[in-house]
């Protein structure tokens, strides 16, 4: 069974667009990570985000934010006024307590047009 | 922070060919490796657990007798593609950690293979 849900195939912005990439996820586990990584067109996977099932506070670093709502089993990212940089495949994973695997969702391919 | 270094980043190769693919986590002592796959424009699939000396544990499909995983000690995993054919071109991405650590997997960069 899929474990974490993106929706969102592609995504294609003008420079300077918000842009927000929706993650479900599914788990019967109380404790959990969910995580976000970034993989731009050279390959690797940059590590953006990780939080803990016990803590819905939602966090800002810079142009980044994330949602995180239990009660939707949620944890959406928005990019701020989105730069070409931000062009990219971003991941969301989810890794169950004991296991330490990661689970990926399928991937949000962003364009951000100059 | 943490390092984990894959080598080669690239590599082609006849068909029939066995490649070995190195990770190494570079300045911390990596109790558990993982590997994945990704093929184009798909998402990164779980191909097996690699445990500090012991055997891997690998995912429902992936055969073990293909992909050989070695984790001889805490920083160094090794993933040979025996026989390697065309179906098997791919991207090939390790992680590491440390198991229970509450610190979060570190990736390498990824290992593009094309088999001809």
């Known amino acids: 069974a899929q474990k974490v849900t993106q929706a969102q195939t592609e995504i294609s912005v003008v420079e300077k667009e918000d842009v927000t990439l929706d993650c479900v996820y599914e788990?019967?586990?109380?404790?959990?990570?969910l995580f976000w990584y970034k993989q731009p067109p050279s390959g690797e996977l940059v590590f953006l985000i990780r939080?803990?099932?016990?803590?819905?506070q939602n966090e800002i670093s810079g142009r980044y934010s994330w949602n995180f709502q239990k009660s939707t089993s949620s944890f959406n990212f928005t990019i701020t006024a989105s730069q070409v940089v931000d062009s990219a495949v971003y991941f969301c994973a989810l890794s169950e307590a004991g296991d330490y695997k990661l689970s990926f969702g399928a991937g949000t391919t962003v364009t951000v047009r100059a | 922070g943490a390092v984990v270094s894959q080598h080669p980043s690239w590599v082609i190769c006849k068909s029939g060919t066995s490649v070995k693919i190195e990770c190494r986590s570079l300045d911390f002592q990596a109790t558990t490796m993982f590997w994945y796959r990704q093929f184009p424009k798909q998402s990164l699939m779980l191909m097996a657990t690699?445990?500090?000396?012991?055997?891997?544990?690998?995912e429902q499909g992936v055969e073990k007798d293909k992909f050989l995983i070695n984790h001889a000690s805490l920083t160094l995993s090794t993933l040979t593609v025996t026989s390697a054919h065309p179906e098997d071109s791919s991207f090939y991405i390790c992680?590491?950690?440390?198991?229970?650590?509450?610190?979060?997997?570190?990736f390498g960069d990824g290992t593009r293979l094309s088999i001809l």
């Open positions: 690699s445990n500090e000396g012991s055997k891997a544990t690998y």
């Open positions: 788990t019967r586990d109380t404790t959990y990570y």
């Open positions: 939080r803990n099932s016990f803590d819905e």
């Open positions: 992680s590491a950690g440390v198991h229970q650590s509450n610190q979060p997997q570190h």
